[in-house]
């Protein structure tokens, strides 16, 4: 059963255009959630994060909006880069004996047209 | 900065070895873990420790073991290597929880 779904393997978007990148989740106990960026043969690496306290955290071309009721949060770049293609994976923690986990999204691969 | 050091970049080996794959970090953190990331299937977790000589099951532990003997270096155990652990292991670490993980830069293993 997958608690954290990113629905789409794949998107392409124009230099200078906004990315959304979308992701779900199903257990209503998280409270902390994280974007990675994994490019090819290297180890994925934090982009930026939200506490369940907060419905957007911004860190420069980075925006994450966390819609709870919906379970739902999105990552916005803006103006996307030809060095933002790379593998994004969304990932999700629990608080209690569950928080030492992080889930992880099967992924979305951006490619970013120059 | 924090560094996660992983052993091998590449690996090939035969099945039915028995693969050690190390990963050390110098930032004093509690917690670390093995992920195995295929296409298609995102990162799954195979073991973490949140204490030295401490360990937990993951989502996928069947095949592998761990140790953590000291506090910077948790090592991955295949037992005897079969080719469907042909993948990238990626070894993280993080301070306490509700933090972010820190990747190394991961083991390609191919198992022939």
């Known amino acids: 059963d997958q608690q954290v779904k990113q629905n789409s393997p794949s998107l392409s978007v124009q230099e200078g255009r906004i990315s959304i990148l979308n992701c779900d989740y199903t257990?209503?106990?998280?409270?902390?959630f994280l974007w990675y960026k994994k490019y090819p043969a290297e180890g994925p690496t934090f982009l930026i994060s939200?506490?369940?306290?907060?419905d957007k955290n911004e860190d420069g071309r980075f925006t994450v909006f966390l819609n709870k009721s919906a379970k739902h949060l999105s990552l916005h770049i803006v103006p996307s880069q030809p060095g933002d293609s790379a593998v994004y994976f969304c990932?999700?923690?629990?608080?209690?004996?569950?928080?030492?986990?992080?889930?992880f999204g099967k992924g979305t691969k951006l490619s970013v047209i120059p | 900065d924090v560094k996660v050091t992983q052993s091998s970049r590449y690996l090939v080996k035969r099945t039915g070895e028995k693969v050690f794959l190390e990963c050390v970090q110098d930032?004093?953190?509690?917690?670390m873990f093995w992920y195995r990331q295929d296409p298609g299937l995102g990162l799954r977790l195979i073991y973490f420790?949140?204490?030295?000589?401490?360990?937990e099951k993951g989502d996928i532990p069947e095949g592998y073991s761990v140790s953590r003997e000291k506090k910077e270096r948790f090592s991955l155990i295949l037992e005897s290597a079969s080719t469907n652990q042909t993948s990238m292991y990626l070894c993280?670490?993080?301070?306490?929880?509700?933090?972010?993980?820190?990747f190394g830069s991961g083991t390609q293993l191919s198992v022939l």
């Open positions: 993280a670490t993080r301070r306490t929880t509700n933090e972010k993980l820190f």
């Open positions: 990932a999700a923690s629990a608080p209690g004996a569950g928080s030492y986990q992080l889930t």
């Open positions: 930032m004093d953190h509690e917690n």
């Open positions: 257990n209503s106990m998280f409270d902390y």
């Open positions: 420790s949140y204490d030295v000589k401490m360990k």
């Open positions: 939200i506490s369940s306290i907060k």
